[in-house]
């Protein structure tokens, strides 16, 4: 079973659209997470989300909307799709932060973004 | 928030201990230092954490100065399928804040 799984893996669309990308966790965790890398291959924290609350909101634009239905799910929902962010996306799980920081994050495989 | 410096990349012989070494030199007293790696094309995958204690586990050892300035992780038989992105990270505000990382390439 695979722990964190998003769909879809590839998504190619054009300029201007509206799409979404689904996350899923069944390991029972209590926060999820965004995250987008970028052709130059860094990786950037979004969103985090613990118990349907969210916690971690970077400076992204408000085109994009994550939406956390229960906490065993993340999506993320981008409006007026725009060539930069053409990206892959990476859905995240945890248990609750604790003294450590924020604990081992399991990451999913990916949705990749492509905005023509 | 510490932050972490690591060498852009190294190579290591299939068999042979990969040792990868991160400079966190302003870490504060109760932060810990994590390790993930990125093989091409998947997603970051956990390693290891540590605080002050050097930390085993059945992928990887690592080792932390007694200063807590440095620390090294350690792979001790690399194979083909540790080439990877390895990231060392001192989460920041509670957030995992992914730099460069250094890109480990294991040759036969």
């Known amino acids: 079973d695979t722990a964190v799984s998003q769909t879809p893996k590839y998504l190619v669309t054009q300029m201007g659209n509206d799409k979404s990308i689904k996350c899923e966790q069944n390991?029972?965790?209590?926060?999820m997470y965004w995250y987008k890398q970028d052709s130059k291959k860094f990786l950037k924290i979004m969103f985090s989300?613990?118990?349907?609350?969210?916690?971690i909101n970077e400076t992204v634009p408000n085109r994009f909307s994550p939406k956390s239905p229960d906490k065993a799910h993340l999506n993320l929902h981008i409006n007026s799709l725009e060539l930069g962010d053409s990206a892959v996306y990476f859905c995240?799980?945890?248990?609750?932060?604790?003294?450590?920081?924020?604990?081992?994050?399991?990451f999913g495989e990916g949705s990749r973004l492509t905005v023509l | 928030d510490a932050k972490t410096t690591q060498p852009t990349s190294m190579d290591c012989a299939e068999g042979r201990a990969a040792n990868l070494p991160c400079n966190h030199s302003?870490?504060?007293?109760?932060?810990?230092v994590y390790w993930y790696r990125q093989i091409h094309s998947q997603g970051p995958q956990y390693i290891i954490h540590?605080?002050?204690n050097n930390e085993t586990n059945e992928m990887a050892s690592l080792i932390i100065t007694e200063d807590r300035k440095s620390s090294t992780l350690i792979l001790p038989h690399a194979t083909l399928r540790d080439t990877a992105v390895y990231y060392c990270?001192?989460?920041?505000?509670?957030?995992?804040?992914f730099g460069q990382g250094t890109e480990l390439s294991v040759k036969p």
């Open positions: 989300y613990n118990n349907k609350e969210l916690i």
């Open positions: 540590g605080l002050k």
């Open positions: 390991l029972g965790h209590d926060t």
């Open positions: 995240a799980s945890s248990w609750v932060r604790n003294s450590a920081g924020t604990g081992e994050l399991f």
């Open positions: 302003t870490i504060s007293g109760n932060e810990y």
């Open positions: 990270i001192v989460p920041q505000g509670g957030k995992l804040i």
